[in-house]
């Protein structure tokens, strides 16, 4: 099925949450905590599927056995695994659903863990603590453990709390018994540079820069292809002045990933700085480029511009920058509501303004955790499916349409979107059927009524 976003002559009426969101040029760029959000949850997953490996091999009866093992019959290992499928593509509702299901009628520290994950997705940091809690006091081995707890307290700033906890996980790694360590060996692999850099990471945030640099290092040692800790590598060396050094930390991250857009943005940035002028203002148009929105690469395009004696152009961006600002503004206030509220409507609001940024990523995630306090709410399901679209998911977004539909096959709405996707794909009669679907609900409709003449016409040429 194509992943393709329809065509502008399918697109009005198509997103009633977002309306002319989709256009707008005034944005905020992504911040490091939601890209961590990111980076922990896929290494996390990764982990999780390590440990679901070392289950099927053969144990010692005598040897460490986490406690998923111990206490679950095969299917109920199964449910935990789809539960884990879950929560990593952002069904947060039908994670816990299976996770609460499991935990009924067995208590074991790995769903914990997974309840734990999920609150802390959604910002429920008190209830997320308490699931963590409870999966130590069932298996103090379990891996994991004291580093979500340490991403809750840095998610809350709580950079002291942070490290502490990071480093309780590294203690906990070098000091288990040599059964648990063989069994964890594969996943205490995938973890370590992933612990050193974050602890590096909050190292660096309590400005203690030397700390934070021997930390990346250790990280370095164990995986050189991260680019992630040469970016912030490079950070803490711009941090002390040593431009021409970052520069070259920068380079090398880019080589490690070059189609990632902090990378690209953080060589273009320090391009600048060292006085790179032409090449800066190259790299910070592909940033541009790919995201109109971004703050610090219209900003420092802007600046570049300037310097070369290109004013109006270089003015331009500034300005642009200027206005992204405003709205970042309005971001930051909604994302503190919204972390500090249980309920659904501050996380749709927060995701209405990513959409306007043109954050859809971070406007996916919002639209999942307000799904996760309101799982009932079929027009909260619909704007996740139009999103979908904005993403270019296609294949998902028409999957979403169809699970609405069998909740309730009068939303109009759903029936016209569904309808725009089809024609999109040249599925005419299946898009006429969505929309005389949706005239049915909606008889005095006209932009239906101008689909189905259109699709008509099309039809016959």
């Known amino acids: 099925m194509s992943t393709k976003q329809p065509r502008e002559e399918w697109i009005p009426g198509l997103l009633s949450l977002f309306g002319c969101l989709v256009c707008a040029r005034a944005v905020f760029s992504v911040t490091h905590k939601l890209a961590m959000r990111r980076a922990i949850r896929a290494w996390l ?29 095969p299917a109920q290992r199964a449910q935990l695994e789809r539960a884990w499928q879950a929560y990593a593509a952002g069904n947060y509702s039908l994670a816990m659903q299976r996770v609460d299901s499991l935990l009924a009628a067995v208590e074991v520290a790995e769903a914990y863990l997974l309840k734990g994950r999920i609150y802390l997705d959604a910002n429920a940091f008190e209830l997320a603590n308490a699931a963590f809690q409870k999966a130590r006091q069932l298996d103090p081995y379990l891996r994991g453990i004291y580093f979500q707890q340490g991403h809750s307290a840095f998610l809350q700033g709580a950079y002291k709390k942070a490290l502490d906890l990071y480093l309780e996980e590294l203690a906990l790694i070098q000091s288990s018994p040599p059964d648990v360590q063989q069994f964890y060996r594969e ?28 930390f990346y290092m250790k990280s370095l040692a164990l995986d050189s292809l991260a680019s992630e800790t040469y970016r912030w590598l490079a950070e803490l060396e711009a941090q002390e002045g040593h431009l021409q050094k970052a520069l070259e930390l920068a380079e090398k991250a880019l080589q490690k990933a070059p189609g990632d857009l902090e990378n690209i943005y953080t060589f273009g940035r320090l391009l600048m700085q060292n006085g790179y002028l032409e090449d800066a203002v190259h790299f910070l148009q592909l940033v541009v480029e790919r995201q109109p929105t971004h703050r610090g690469a219209n900003y420092n395009l802007g600046r570049a511009l300037m310097q070369l004696g290109q004013r109006e152009a270089g003015q331009f961006f500034l300005e642009r920058a200027r206005q992204i600002q405003q709205l970042s503004g309005k971001i930051a206030q909604a994302r503190l509501n919204a972390y500090q509220s249980q309920r659904a409507r501050p996380w749709q609001e927060l995701a209405a303004l990513f959409i306007q940024a043109g954050q859809y ?13 309101a799982p009932d709410n079929l027009a909260l399901q619909n704007d996740r499916a139009n999103l979908a679209l904005l993403l270019g998911d ?9 699970q609405l539909l069998q909740r309730d096959s009068t939303l109009a709405d759903v ?26 609900y909606r008889p005095h409709d006209d932009t239906l009524r101008r689909y189905l003449a259109e699709l008509e016409r099309r039809r016959g040429s």
């Not at 296609?394 to 169809?402: H, I, P, S």
């Not at 029936?415 to 049915?440: H, M, P, S, T």
Request: hydrophobic share 50%; proline share 2%; aromatic share 12%.
């Open 45 to 73: 997953v990764g982990v999780l599927a390590l440990f679901m490996l070392a289950g099927c091999q053969h144990v010692d009866s005598e040897a460490y056995r986490p406690s998923s093992q111990q206490l679950l019959a």
């Open 187 to 214: 996943a205490d692999q995938a973890a370590l540079p992933v612990i050193y850099r974050q602890a590096g990471r909050a190292f660096f945030l309590l400005d203690s820069l030397e700390a934070a640099r021997r």
């Open 361 to 373: 990523e971070e406007a996916r995630k919002a639209l999942d955790v307000a799904i996760f306090w």
């Open 394 to 402: 296609t294949l998902e977004a028409v999957q979403r349409y169809y």
């Open 415 to 440: 029936w016209l979107n569904l309808g725009v996707v089809l024609a999109e794909q040249k599925q005419y009669e299946a898009a006429r059927r969505a929309w005389l679907q949706a005239l049915r």
